[in-house]
T-cell receptor, first 115, second 112 residues
Framework: DTEVTQTPKHLVMGMTNKKSLKCEQHMGHRAMYWYKQKAKKPPELMFVYSYEKLSINESVPSRFSPECPNSSLLNLHLHALQPEDSALYLC??????????????FGSGTRLTVV | DAKTTQPNSMESNEEEPVHLPCNHSTISGTDYIHWYRQLPSQGPEYVIHGLTSNVNNRMASLAIAEDRKSSTLILHRATLRDAAVYYCILRDTQGGSEKLVFGKGTKLTVNP
């Protein structure tokens, strides 16, 4: 299995809702990432997990809460979002530094719309 | 974060070679040069990476300048499926973790 699977593919949520995005990989990668991408812009890094521990938080607002319950799963919990948070949310995984590196593998993303 | 500079857009004809340039004058000795591409409505896709020597794989070649301040991604025969945004990125490793920070990229148009 050489894929990163993201669910759901599309999500519409209200500003008072709580929802979660899910990301799964079975490549044995121990580093996982969340990116946010607005239309016609490059992906922006949000969080980095290394060996299931949060190692980098790029000053992301607390209404976004990441979780890595095991080495194959990465979640992004969403609460009290704003319409400007509407974007494509991308998950990626890779080997950790020090291991043989073959690049990041990205999922196809979750298209989030906040209404 | 070390920065890269790429042209906003480039055009090529199908079955012709394409040379996509990238400047990274502030690169440090341990930064790897990565290239990713993003097709419409998809997540980014790894293309190639290198440190000092030129690299080849089934998708492309990467030519790295001797001073490492610039690099060029070479697609040997462009196809319509190569139309995408191509990102040149410096892999930044800090404290055992690492991050890829995307720049604006080059939008490649391939004409039939």
């Amino acid at each position: 299995d050489t894929e990163v699977t993201q669910t759901p593919k599309h999500l519409v949520m209200g500003m008072t809702n709580k929802k979660s995005l899910k990301c799964e990989q079975h490549m044995g990668h121990r580093a996982m990432y969340w990116y946010k991408q607005k239309a016609k812009k490059p992906p922006e890094l949000m969080f980095v997990y290394s060996y299931e521990k949060l190692s980098i938080n790029e000053s992301v607002p607390s209404r976004f809460s990441p979780e890595c319950p095991n080495s194959s799963l990465l979640n992004l919990h969403l609460h009290a979002l704003q319409p400007e948070d509407s974007a494509l949310y991308l998950c990626a995984s890779s080997q950790v530094p020090g291991q043989v590196f073959y690049g990041y593998t990205f999922g196809s993303g979750t298209r989030l719309t906040v209404v | 974060d070390a920065k890269t500079t790429q042209p906003n857009s480039m055009e090529s004809n199908e079955e012709e070679p394409v040379h996509l340039p990238c400047n990274h004058s502030t690169i440090s000795g341990t930064d790897y040069i990565h290239w990713y591409r993003q097709l419409p409505s998809q997540g980014p896709e790894y293309v190639i990476h290198g440190l000092t020597s030129n690299v080849n794989n089934r998708m492309a070649s990467l030519a790295i300048a001797e001073d490492r301040k610039s690099s060029t991604l070479i697609l040997h025969r462009a196809t319509l499926r190569d139309a995408a945004v191509y990102y040149c990125i410096l892999r930044d490793t800090q404290g055992g973790s690492e991050k890829l920070v995307f720049g604006k990229g080059t939008k490649l148009t391939v004409n039939p």
